[in-house]
Every structure is written in structure tokens, then in C-alpha cells.
């Protein structure tokens, strides 16, 4: 049993590498693979294309080359061994001219040369396939020492044979040993080649435009702003993708559209009632209990607009660019109107396509927040390329590192780090972090350099 139990050990162990190395290697191969669609769709097109072609190519190589080149060497070298046959059988005439004559209407050229010995073999070219089928040829049907040059002359191949009293020294063109079909094979490889990926990029190109379009509108919904322009185009499940987006942009828009619509009868309601109750009180006259009263309802006045203001979000305004620098500037003179220390710096370009009125009451919660608790603000802009970010830094007590994202949750207000004796209703930083984030964005709260507390907003530009 402890056998059996080893061995189902071992398999494990082994079943585990391997399932780590193969995890490894695909981690690999993903890291080397694109990651954009058109780039993918791409490789998807050109390495069936390549692969076709390495196998036309060696088909072409194996079945033409090979099969061509060898039968023209083969009959080269029976022209040139029925040459030696005539020169060996038949006498012959002092310059020979016998066998000249017989070689130049086999397209050959002949020449003798006086015994000796062989020159020394010559470089050989990479692709040596006529070389090698020469010298099988002219082991095989001769069986004499040869020498061969097939790169000294370019349209022309030199073959010697020694012979009992004489060098033989033959030429014959390239063209009747050796198919030489390059250019063709170039033009099928390079040419068909260059054609299908012209053809490729220009298909893919005009199916993957309709996805970046549907991919840019969805993006532009979700900051808040509106794609004008847009419409289903490309292919069926393209269009199909397209037309349940729009579908679910309507959906959302009626719902945000049935929601202002029954806030804003709630608040008309309510503010009726609290125009009576001012109104009641006033003529009651003066008195501590009347101040009093007077108070709770101006609490619950404030506590009704920060509830419908939560409720209601930023809907129905449009974003437009946004002077930022100037922006900044009014909630500076905001926090010292309220006798606060505020300074304002803002860097690169201040012009941000936001929706106004809601990023401003965002950055406003933030820093009434900051000021109901600190004396002293700093606010700093900076937009790049791709973001831009605003910091809300104080030297109040700040809020514990613990409790940072719970802050964000409506009606939570802390008691150490926040006084509720300040008044309000808890829901600033959940407005403020709801118009971050319609705006594509996000608020994250951290420690400030002034001791503090520092809120960053980051919204896409």
C-alpha cells in the first residue's frame, strides 16, 4: 500500500511541475502576443498565410527543383559521357574538331586541356542542389575523377574529366542543368503575399472601426458626455452590440429621467411645507424657543437639498470645457469668505471638458469638508494627457486610515474624527465620490503633507 501511495505521489508531483512549466510557458507566449484586437485579427490572417506558404514553397522546392534539376544534370551528363564515348571509340583528328562540332550541336562547348592534375575544389554556393546533382550524375554514368564550377560564371557551369591522355573541359549554360525559377517563386512568395495583407489591413481596418466607435461612445456615457455621432455600422453582431447599447442608454436615461421627475415633485412638496413652517414662525414674533425652531428647520432645509442633491446625481447637464484654473480660484474665496487659510495652484493646460456645476459641487464638498474641520486648505490642479487630478489637502485631525472608504457611505458620519455637533447629513463625500465617478472617475482619500487629511480627485480628460 505505501508503494502504491509513493508512486500516486510522485505522478502528482510530476503532474504539478508540469502544469507550472505549461502555465509558465503560456504566460510567456501572452507576453509576446499583442493585445489589441486589430493587431490579434491580424495575426490571425498572416500566420495561416505564412504557413501555406512554407508549404507551397517546399512543395515547390521538393516536387520542381529537385525533380527538374536532377533529370536536366542527368542529361547533361549523358551528353557529355556520350562525348567520351566518341573521343575514346572513334580516332580523332589532331585539334579535335570532330568532337567540337558534335558537342556544339548538343549546345555544349569542348575543350581539351593537357594531363595533369585537378584544380582544387571551389567555394560551393549555400543552396548547392545543381552541385550536388552533377556530381551524383557524373559519378554514376562516367566513374571518373571531374571537377566542377558552378559559381565562376554566372550564366555558364565548367565541368572537367580527366581522361588517360587529356583534360576535358566542358561548358554548358546553367539554364539546360539547373531550373532556375526564382523570380517566379520570389514573385508567388512576396508578391501574393503583399496583395492578401494589403487586402487584409484594409477589410480589418474597416471592421474594426465600428468596435473602437461603440467602444469610444460607451466610454463617453460613462463620463457623462454624449456621442452625437454615433450609430450601428460594421458587421451584424457589431450592429447588434451597438443597438443593445443604445437600447440600455435609453433604458438608463428613462430611469434617471423618472427618478429627477419624482424628486422634483417630492421637493416641491417638502419645500412647501417649509415655506409654511417659516412662514408660521414668523409671526409668532420673537423668543429663544422660536430661534430654536427657527434653526431646525433651516438644518432641515439644508438636510433636504443635500437628500435630493444625493438622489439626484449630476443628470441633465451637459459637459462642456471647463476653465479648471478659475474653478479652483472660487472655492479659494469660498473658504476664506468662511475665514479659512486657502491657497490655489493649478498645473498644465486648465481647459477640461466636465459638467460644471456637478464637478464644482464635488470639489466643493470636498473642501467645506476640509474647512468644517481644518484652518488651513491647500488645493492643487495638475492635467496631463490623460487625467486630471485635483488635491484637497487640510491639517485638520483627518480621518483613520481604517475608515477611509467607509466615509464614502451615505448618512455615515464619524464621531471622533468628525464632529456631529458641526451639523450635516453624511452624504458629501458620496456625492462628491458618485460625481467623480460619473465622470469616469474616482476619489481616494490619504494622509496630507499638512498633517491631515488629503482628498485626490482623478477624472479622464
Not at 521538393?62 to 571509340?89: C, F, G, M, P
Not at 543552396?127 to 550564366?155: A, E, K, Y
Not at 474647512?371 to 484637497?392: E, M, W
Request: aromatic share 6%.
Amino acid at each position: 500500500m505505501s508503494t502504491i501511495d509513493t508512486g500516486l505521489s510522485l505522478i502528482r508531483n510530476a503532474s504539478q511541475r508540469v502544469s507550472r512549466a505549461n502555465g509558465r510557458m503560456g504566460n510567456a507566449f501572452k507576453s509576446w502576443m499583442p493585445t489589441g484586437l486589430y493587431a490579434r485579427a491580424l495575426l490571425i490572417m498572416i500566420v495561416p498565410m505564412v504557413v501555406l506558404q512554407t508549404v507551397v514553397a517546399f512543395v515547390f522546392m521538393e516536387r520542381h527543383w529537385n525533380t527538374v534539376t536532377r533529370r536536366l544534370s542527368t542529361a547533361v551528363v549523358q551528353d557529355i559521357a556520350a562525348l567520351i564515348d566518341v573521343y575514346k571509340t572513334y580516332p580523332q583528328d589532331k585539334d579535335r574538331a570532330q568532337v567540337r562540332r558534335i558537342a556544339q550541336r548538343l549546345q555544349l562547348v569542348v575543350d581539351f586541356l593537357p594531363p595533369g592534375d585537378m584544380p582544387p575544389p571551389g567555394p560551393k554556393p549555400f543552396f548547392s542542389l545543381l552541385d550536388q546533382s552533377l556530381s551524383v550524375q557524373l559519378g554514376r554514368q562516367i566513374g571518373r575523377p571531374f571537377w566542377i564550377d558552378t559559381v565562376g560564371r554566372s550564366n555558364l557551369v565548367e565541368i572537367r574529366v580527366q581522361l588517360d591522355d587529356a583534360i576535358m573541359r566542358i561548358f554548358a549554360l546553367r539554364s539546360a542543368a539547373y531550373a532556375s525559377n526564382s523570380e517566379i517563386f520570389i514573385f508567388w512568395m512576396l508578391g501574393t503575399s503583399t496583395i492578401l495583407l494589403i487586402v487584409a489591413v484594409l477589410f480589418l481596418r474597416n471592421q474594426i472601426k465600428p468596435i473602437l466607435r461603440l467602444a469610444d461612445a460607451a466610454e463617453s456615457f460613462g463620463k457623462g458626455r454624449e456621442a452625437p455621432n454615433f450609430r450601428p455600422r460594421g458587421a451584424r453582431e457589431v450592429r447588434r452590440a451597438a443597438h443593445a447599447f443604445l437600447e440600455m442608454k435609453a433604458r438608463i436615461e428613462r430611469t434617471i429621467e423618472q427618478r429627477t421627475a419624482m424628486l422634483a415633485g417630492v421637493s416641491h412638496d417638502l419645500r412647501t411645507i417649509l415655506t409654511r413652517f417659516k412662514l408660521e414662525l414668523a409671526l409668532l414674533g420673537e423668543g429663544p424657543e422660536i430661534d430654536a425652531m427657527r434653526k431646525d428647520v433651516d438644518e432641515m432645509s439644508m438636510m433636504l437639498e443635500d437628500y435630493l442633491a444625493f438622489a439626484r446625481g449630476d443628470s441633465g447637464e451637459v459637459a462642456q470645457p471647463t476653465d479648471m484654473t478659475m474653478a479652483l480660484e472660487e472655492l479659494r474665496n469660498d473658504a476664506e469668505r468662511h475665514g479659512h487659510t486657502a491657497t490655489v495652484a493649478f498645473h498644465g493646460l486648465p481647459v477640461v471638458t466636465v459638467k460644471p456645476a456637478s464637478f464644482k459641487r464635488c470639489l466643493g464638498n470636498l473642501v467645506s469638508n476640509a474647512a468644517r474641520h481644518a484652518n488651513a486648505i491647500s488645493i492643487t490642479g495638475h492635467r496631463d494627457h490623460r487625467y486630471l487630478t485635483v488635491t484637497v489637502d487640510d491639517d485638520g485631525p483627518g480621518i483613520p486610515a481604517d475608515m477611509r472608504e467607509e466615509v464614502f457611505k451615505p448618512f455615515l458620519r464619524l464621531d471622533d474624527a468628525r464632529n456631529q455637533d458641526e451639523g450635516g447629513t453624511g452624504l458629501g463625500l458620496a456625492i462628491a465620490r458618485d460625481i467623480a465617478r460619473s465622470h469616469g472617475g474616482d476619489i481616494m482619500l490619504g494622509d496630507s503633507p499638512m498633517g491631515g487629511l488629503r482628498a485626490t480627485v482623478r477624472v479622464p480628460v
